[in-house]
């Protein structure tokens, strides 16, 4: 099991509509398709005044984040209608993507 957290930085005014989006169309979109979505956060970073989304999703195998991502991504839905939705209020240049492996003592296992 690993985890991925995805760290976007969102347009000026764009964070209510984009937390609207994933909490309403994507998040039970891939949770529908077998994806964990551990959490969705909102904030900023110290020091900054940018609007920061967060929210991590579990895998169980690398197989299944694999084949997750060698269909999903690849739809005409993705291509047509998410990916413009998230080119319009999020600056992908900057995500970041870390994945994550909980230690002995975490509570999320």
Known sequence: MFLELRK???????MDQYVKWMEEVIIPEQTALGVGIVGSFVG???GEEEDVYVWIRRWDTQAQFDAFN??????????????PMVDAMNDLDRAVVTFLEPTASSSIQ
């Open 44 to 46: 900023q970073d110290e």
């Open 8 to 14: 976007y930085r969102i347009f000026p005014g764009k």
């Open 70 to 83: 060698s269909t999903y991504y690849y739809t005409d839905q993705w291509r047509n209608e998410r990916r």
